[in-house]
């Protein structure tokens, strides 16, 4: 069971918003502003969309945009196009050295 | 440009030791703030991740896992390795090696460059 919470499966159609959530506790998610999110096609390597939140690597479409609500991080991804199909991934700094991350989100392009 | 490739044993027996190593280029693990860690995906499965090193030879390990794990760098010759005892079924995955991030004077618990990957099979 992974430490931090993700729905299996989000969907949405082209152009439109899709957010995902990231539950976990006061003393990762809720407690840490190194909160991450991470993109993997099949078969590939993950990218990293957002990290300390909401800032993006350079790079990363601003269609992405990540936020914090206590112990809830979230994704969305704006004007969704056919390549924003992937799983995603949150990650949070648990502190005494500690890296969690979730179980992942599989996003469908309708 | 950052680039990084795993290598190592591709099957491995149960109760054997895991020797992966992470070769790099486009950075020197002597620079301030730079580290390399692990992360492994079981088929089908989430990310886990497993160790980081730093440039000061710092080295931090998933708690749970922490008992069977060492990590070490190389850094004449750009590598980072790691060993997992005690190999499980269980730890059939792809394991990565990755860069972490550090952008605009500040480094964070994060990975900005990965290897493509390398599927270590544990099975008897």
């Known amino acids: 069971q992974s430490a931090l919470t993700q729905p299996p499966s989000a969907s949405g159609s082209p152009g439109q918003s899709v957010t995902i959530s990231c539950t976990g506790t006061r003393s990762d998610v809720g407690g840490s502003d190194f909160v991450s999110w991470y993109q993997q096609h099949p078969g590939k390597a993950p990218k990293l969309m957002i990290f300390e939140v909401s800032k993006r690597p350079s790079g990363v479409p601003d269609r992405f945009s990540g936020s914090k609500s206590g112990n809830t991080a979230s994704l969305t991804v704006s004007g969704l196009q056919a390549e924003d199909e992937a799983d995603y991934y949150c990650s949070s700094y648990a502190g005494s050295n500690n890296l969690l991350f979730g179980g992942g989100t599989k996003l469908t392009v309708l | 440009q950052i680039t990084l490739k795993e290598s190592g044993p591709t099957l491995v027996k149960p109760t054997q030791t895991l020797t992966l190593t992470c070769t790099f280029s486009g950075f020197s693990l002597t620079g301030s703030g730079e580290g390399v860690g692990w992360i492994r995906q079981p088929p089908g499965k989430a990310l886990e991740w497993l160790a980081l090193?730093?440039?000061?030879?710092?080295?931090q390990y998933s708690p749970s896992l922490k008992s069977r794990l060492t990590i070490t760098k190389d850094t004449s010759k750009n590598q980072v390795v790691l060993k997992m005892t005690n190999m499980d079924p269980v730890d059939t995955a792809t394991y990565y090696c990755?860069?972490?991030?550090?952008?605009?004077?500040?480094?964070?618990?994060?990975?900005?460059?990965w290897g493509q990957g390398t599927l270590v099979t544990v099975s008897s």
């Open positions: 090193i730093y440039w000061r030879n710092d080295k």
């Open positions: 990755a860069h972490r991030l550090c952008t605009g004077g500040s480094c964070y618990p994060d990975f900005d460059y």
